[in-house]
């Protein structure tokens, strides 16, 4: 843990300078005895301030997600196991920071969020706490070193319509039975449902039939980098991330295609989480 004075603390240094000198000339012993308190006071509030980081423990989220032109939000959880109340300790990641105070043989979360503009993996290696806790005369902090990873995926934006289920890919085309499209009729086979019967056909001395329907909707959506041609590299992103974003909020199973990258379609959290960082990281390279 480093500590230094702050400006405060400086101006404090010079007025005690100043009272000490005074008193010594004119041998004022009520000046030295309150310049000598104000000394005590200082050396108390320096341990009081580096004694508020001394043994306090922090977690973090190590990956978060955003989209570009937004915020990344980093949550960490600060713990403190000793019998002595931490008063406002800051958070500082780049340039933004969260402040929060830890009761004693208690835990605080603070979320610390930072503007990320472009698409992209975004790391950062350390993040710092600091305080000025009581009076602000000194200022102690220190480093933390850990990998923090922001998945910024392209800003979701396109005009382009989400593709039907089905549309495209070979798996998508094949068909499976339901209750919800009508695709025509059948020849009748035993143990088919009477209520899909096709009973005017049998009324007018047809053949016995069925009604045949497929269901679109259990069908897998491909959202495809080669059905957006025409557009650069950062517009097709930014419409498969609103593809994306559509298809979960629509419970369809998709899967993602793009160059060098293949997500098997599914749905859930989980997968929209896996097709938006596919997304973020395309054209990234790795860190050796």
């Known amino acids: 843990i480093y500590i230094l004075p702050t400006r405060f603390g400086l101006m404090l240094a010079l007025m005690l300078g100043a009272m000490l000198t005074a008193g010594l000339n004119y041998n004022s012993n009520l000046g030295l005895a309150f310049a000598f308190l104000m000394v005590s006071v200082a050396l108390v509030t320096m341990h009081h301030c580096n004694r508020n980081l001394l043994g306090l423990q922090v977690d973090a989220a190590t990956e978060v997600d955003a989209f570009a032109g937004r915020e990344a939000s980093f949550e960490f959880v600060l713990q403190n196991d000793s019998n002595v109340d931490r008063r406002d300790v800051e958070i500082r990641c780049m340039s933004a920071a969260g402040i929060c105070s830890v009761a004693a043989r208690s835990s605080e979360s603070v979320q610390v969020t930072i503007p990320v503009v472009e698409r992209g993996v975004t790391r950062f290696a350390q993040f710092e706490l600091r305080t000025r806790y009581p009076f602000g005369w000194f200022h102690a902090w220190t480093y933390v070193q850990a990998s923090l990873t922001a998945y910024v995926a392209p800003s979701p934006q396109g005009n382009r319509t989400l593709p039907a289920a089905g549309g495209l890919g070979v798996a998508s085309r094949s068909e499976t039975r339901g209750d919800e499209d009508f695709s025509g009729l ?103």
């Open 186 to 288: 059948r020849a009748y086979e035993p143990g088919v449902p009477l209520k899909h019967m096709a009973w005017k056909v049998l009324a007018r001395g047809g053949e016995a039939a069925v009604r045949s329907y497929t269901s679109l909707a259990a069908q897998p959506e491909w959202l495809e980098w080669s059905g957006l041609e025409g557009m650069d590299t950062e517009a097709r992103l930014s419409q498969l991330c609103l593809w994306v974003l559509e298809s979960e909020a629509a419970q369809r199973l998709y899967g993602l295609r793009i160059p060098g990258k293949e997500i098997a379609p599914a749905r859930g959290t989980g997968h929209r989480f896996a097709c938006l960082r596919a997304l973020a990281a395309y054209g990234i390279a790795k860190p050796p």
